[in-house]
């Protein structure tokens, strides 16, 4: 009966760790962007601009909400599984 609580910890830390390393390795993934341009148009090929824009937009993927969902999911298992174990010790 002991088995129980020691897999639930594994699977806690093993999703943790999973989402952990799927939101570390997102940011190679190509990311999406609406309603911006890849290309700029032919006709200003030899025109140079620099625009600045900090609207404090994170670009987030799948991969990266799969990621933080595993973690949250793991870290809720553990949280869980701490309490569980801290309310059979007594007072």
């Known amino acids: 009966m002991r088995r129980g609580p ?6 806690g ?16 993934v190509e990311q999406v962007v609406s309603g911006g341009r890849s290309q700029p148009p ?5 025109t140079s601009t620099l625009t600045l824009a900090f609207d404090d937009a ?11 969902a595993l973690a949250v999911t793991g870290a809720l298992l ?8 801290l309310g059979r010790r007594g007072p």
């Open 6 to 11: 020691a897999l639930l910890a594994a699977l």
């Open 13 to 28: 830390l093993l999703l943790v760790a999973v989402g952990g390393v799927l939101v570390a390795g997102a940011d190679g």
């Open 42 to 46: 032919a006709a200003q090929a030899y």
């Open 58 to 68: 994170v670009v987030w993927t799948r991969v990266h909400l799969t990621g933080l």
């Open 78 to 85: 553990l949280a869980g599984l701490g309490g569980w174990v």
